[in-house]
Structure formats: structure tokens, C-alpha cells
């Protein structure tokens, strides 16, 4: 019998982060061009002509590419829709993740390989069946239980219940990064005060903001428990994966194309150390403390399990943005590199640099490298500190880029 492989799928927000996931050990990426795609506002998103490079860098690396074409589309819509998927026949892009009908409709006419998003909110097995007439994934959505999901996998294998290319229906799973206070990601908060709907990728992020209630009689002011009540704290499951891995589950997929290298390479690391661990046994406390602690450096709104253990309806951020215990500042750009000793050269632009500081470099090539300053080499000289205009020089694996981004990494205070 052949072992069941568990797939890690990471999001790609840009060649960084493609880069990034890469090395961190993703069996396969996620990504999104143009308007058509449920980031379209909050990351810059590749474009059509990049489909190419895509499909070539994860062939390359033997890992796989999925576009994400999920948002809600509109008449205007399709001839950008059929000519991104044209590009995706040609490419050989692995599927499309989709809930629309008209996506699904059009990449069936193709035969493009499908996967039902989680914004179908596919929560039984009827509809898992349903889908299995266009699809060989579904995304559950995100309020299930692992009981839950426990059970539709099981029913699947029971029935044989087969996708359209012939083999077991396929599910996936989120198992980190943010969580939507709304059904499956339907919100139209935004589309209600900005009209912007996220439902379109123009999600405005109204639930992320601190509000109060007023007391139309006395006009006292409350607020409630100091909570973002409608801001979920991001999900992790990386201290309950083994659950996860036992529910049968086939694709594990981290949220997170609009952050940056550093979250995903971190993020992506974490649950493949974590994977390979409870393949051979050596998963334990002490482990999870540890990734919990690295996972903790980048940015989040604090951690809980979601819906998965069925213990409580929500755990609420108690502040907007990011808590996370790190903080990276932009510094400056790559100038020159010196292949020959594998050295890279930086010019400040912006800030400081000291002996001591850690750095990270961000790159397409590269997609991210973390470099602590032993010692520092400030403008051909030793030094302790480099400034704004300087250049510094230290060892670098990879072949450093002209525009290359360095930042510094800060401990974040009260972090």
C-alpha cells in the first residue's frame, strides 16, 4: 500500500516569498494575478506575464503551483478570466483554486485541473460529492470540526467517492495564519462602508479596528473587555498537527500571500519540521515550544486553534496589528557581489547597522536569508557601526542582486 504523502502547501505573494516557500520545504505554492484573487487589495499581485516564470521556477524545484482565481466574479470579469487561463493551460499551471461558477465552468471546458476554495464553505458530505463532478480538492471550510473533517474523509474512502481525474477525492486544510470573523471569508463589512467587497479581494479590514458602543440613554462609552471583538487572533495548529495529520486530511495550507518573505520561509519551516517530526516519532513539548517561539517573530495577532477542537466560538486579537515578538526595518539595497569569496555589498540607506545586529536579506534569487553581524565591514574597513551612505560587505551564500532588500530585525518592545 502506498504511504500517504502529506502536501504542504504555502502562499506566494511574490517571487520573494515563491523563493522563500522553496526553501522552506513547500510541497507546493498558491498565488494570485490581477484583480481575480481574494488579496487583490492588500499585496501587490503578480501579473499575467508572471504566470510564466512561476510555472518555470516550481517545475524547476519539483514542487507544484496552484492559482488562486476565488473571488466572486462579475460580467466584466470573464475575458480576463479566460485569458488568465489560457496562460494557465499553456503554462501547465497545476489547478485552480475556485468557487465561482464561472471559473469552474471554464477550467472544466479546459481541463484544468480544479480545487474548490474554502469560500464554497463545503461543510458535508453532499457537497463534497457535488464538487467531485468538477474538482479532485476541496478546501473544508474553516468552522469545521476536526470530528468534523474526521468524518467526511472517512465517508469519501467508504463511498470511493472519485474527483474528476479518476482518483479519491482530496481534502484540505488550513492550519495557520489569519482567520476572517465572517462564514468561509464572506464578510461585507467593507462592501457595506466603503462599498469595497472582500468578497472581490477589496476587503478594507473594517472587523481589525477598535470600536465602541454608546449608550443611546446616558451616552456612557464602552468598550468591550479591551478586545478587537470582531478581529480573530490567527490560527496555529502546529501544537495539535498530529490531530490534523490523523484526520486523513491530504493538503495542510498556510494562509499568508500578503506577508513577507520572512513569514513564510518561518512559517513554512515550522510545519515541515513539525511534519517530519511526527513521521518519525520525534515529535515532542519541547519541539513545539520552540516553533512556537519562532513562529511567534513574525507577524501575527496572537495564536489559538481555531474551530478545530470544538472548545470555544472565538478567540479575538487584543489589539489591531501585529504582535509578534520581531520587527524588521528596511535598511537599505544590494550594490555588488563578489562570487569568487561569496561576498555581497550593501549601501545604507536608511537607519543603522551595529556589530551584533541580526539581518535579513530579501530577494527573488534568494528569497530570504537571515545573517547575523560577527563582525562588520564598513566601506573596505572594520567598524563598529555603519550609517546612512555607507557600504557594508559580509559573507553571503547566495549570489547577491543590484536592489536586493536588507532590513535589520528589532526585538519588538513589550514583545
Known amino acids: 500500500?502506498?504511504?500517504?504523502?502529506?502536501?504542504?502547501?504555502?502562499?506566494?505573494?511574490?517571487?520573494?516569498?515563491?523563493?522563500?516557500?522553496?526553501?522552506?520545504?513547500?510541497?507546493?505554492?498558491?498565488?494570485?494575478?490581477?484583480?481575480?484573487?481574494?488579496?487583490?487589495?492588500?499585496?501587490?499581485?503578480?501579473?499575467?506575464?508572471?504566470?510564466?516564470?512561476?510555472?518555470?521556477?516550481?517545475?524547476?524545484?519539483?514542487?507544484?503551483?496552484?492559482?488562486?482565481?476565488?473571488?466572486?466574479?462579475?460580467?466584466?470579469?470573464?475575458?480576463?478570466?479566460?485569458?488568465?487561463?489560457?496562460?494557465?493551460?499553456?503554462y501547465a499551471i497545476d489547478?485552480?483554486?475556485?468557487?465561482?461558477?464561472?471559473?469552474?465552468?471554464?477550467?472544466?471546458?479546459?481541463?484544468?485541473?480544479?480545487?474548490?476554495?474554502?469560500?464554497?464553505?463545503?461543510?458535508?458530505?453532499?457537497?463534497?460529492?457535488?464538487?467531485?463532478?468538477?474538482?479532485?480538492v476541496v478546501v473544508l471550510a474553516r468552522e469545521l470540526t476536526l470530528k468534523q473533517v474526521a468524518e467526511i474523509i472517512k465517508e469519501i474512502k467508504r463511498k470511493k467517492i472519485k474527483g474528476v481525474s479518476g482518483e479519491l477525492m482530496?481534502?484540505?486544510?488550513?492550519?495557520?495564519g489569519a482567520l476572517c470573523m465572517a462564514i468561509s471569508g464572506k464578510c461585507y463589512l467593507s462592501l457595506h462602508a466603503q462599498n469595497a467587497?472582500?468578497?472581490?479581494?477589496?476587503?478594507?479590514?473594517?472587523?481589525?479596528?477598535?470600536?465602541?458602543?454608546?449608550?443611546?440613554?446616558?451616552?456612557?462609552?464602552?468598550?468591550?473587555?479591551?478586545?478587537?471583538?470582531?478581529?480573530?487572533?490567527?490560527?496555529?495548529?502546529?501544537d495539535i498537527l498530529p490531530e490534523l495529520v490523523n484526520?486523513?486530511?491530504?493538503?495542510?495550507?498556510?494562509?499568508?500571500?500578503?506577508?513577507?518573505?520572512?513569514?513564510v520561509y518561518t512559517v513554512t519551516k515550522c510545519y515541515r519540521e513539525a511534519?517530519?517530526?511526527?513521521?518519525?516519532?520525534?515529535?515532542?513539548?519541547?519541539?513545539i515550544a520552540e516553533w512556537l517561539k519562532r513562529l511567534s517573530t513574525v507577524y501575527n495577532r496572537g495564536f489559538w486553534n481555531g474551530y478545530y477542537l470544538g472548545h470555544k466560538m472565538g478567540e479575538w486579537a487584543s489589539q489591531p496589528g501585529s504582535v509578534a515578538t520581531e520587527r524588521?526595518?528596511?535598511?537599505?539595497?544590494?550594490?555588488?557581489?563578489?562570487?569568487?569569496?561569496?561576498?555581497?555589498?550593501?549601501?545604507i540607506e536608511s537607519g543603522s547597522v551595529k556589530t551584533g545586529d541580526t539581518l535579513i536579506i530579501t530577494s527573488a534569487a534568494i528569497g530570504m536569508a537571515k545573517e547575523k553581524m560577527e563582525t562588520l565591514t564598513v566601506n573596505g574597513v572594520k567598524s563598529g557601526i555603519a550609517v546612512k551612505g555607507d557600504k557594508?560587505?559580509?559573507?553571503?551564500?547566495?549570489?547577491?542582486?543590484v536592489g536586493d532588500k536588507l532590513y535589520k530585525i528589532v526585538e519588538r518592545a513589550n514583545g
Do not use: W
Request: hydrophobic content about 40%.
Open 1 to 90: 500500500m502506498k504511504e500517504r504523502k502529506i502536501e504542504l502547501l504555502a502562499p506566494a505573494g511574490s517571487f520573494e516569498c515563491l523563493q522563500a516557500a522553496i526553501n522552506a520545504g513547500a510541497d507546493a505554492v498558491y498565488f494570485g494575478v490581477e484583480q481575480l484573487n481574494m488579496r487583490a487589495r492588500s499585496v501587490n499581485t503578480f501579473a499575467l506575464t508572471d504566470i510564466k516564470q512561476i510555472a518555470a521556477v516550481c517545475r524547476a524545484n519539483a514542487i507544484k503551483s496552484y492559482i488562486t482565481l476565488n473571488t466572486v466574479m462579475y460580467n466584466h470579469d470573464i475575458q480576463l478570466l479566460r485569458r488568465i487561463l489560457k496562460e494557465v493551460k499553456k
Open 95 to 136: 489547478a485552480v483554486i475556485a468557487s465561482d461558477f464561472a471559473v469552474i465552468a471554464h477550467c472544466n471546458r479546459l481541463n484544468i485541473p480544479l480545487h474548490i476554495s474554502t469560500q464554497a464553505n463545503v461543510c458535508n458530505m453532499e457537497a463534497v460529492r457535488f464538487y467531485s463532478g468538477f474538482a479532485d
Open 170 to 176: 482530496k481534502i484540505e486544510l488550513f492550519v495557520h
Open 197 to 238: 467587497s472582500a468578497n472581490r479581494g477589496a476587503c478594507t479590514q473594517n472587523c481589525r479596528r477598535p470600536y465602541t458602543v454608546t449608550d443611546t440613554e446616558t451616552n456612557e462609552v464602552l468598550q468591550v473587555d479591551n478586545e478587537y471583538i470582531m478581529s480573530p487572533k490567527d490560527l496555529c495548529t502546529i
Open 247 to 263: 484526520s486523513g486530511t491530504d493538503v495542510l495550507k498556510i494562509e499568508g500571500r500578503s506577508k513577507g518573505a520572512d513569514y
Open 275 to 287: 511534519l517530519e517530526a511526527i513521521e518519525n516519532n520525534s515529535y515532542t513539548r519541547n519541539k
Open 328 to 347: 524588521k526595518i528596511y535598511i537599505g539595497k544590494g550594490s555588488k557581489y563578489y562570487p569568487n569569496i561569496k561576498i555581497g555589498e550593501f549601501t
Open 392 to 401: 557594508i560587505t559580509f559573507p553571503v551564500g547566495a549570489k547577491v542582486a
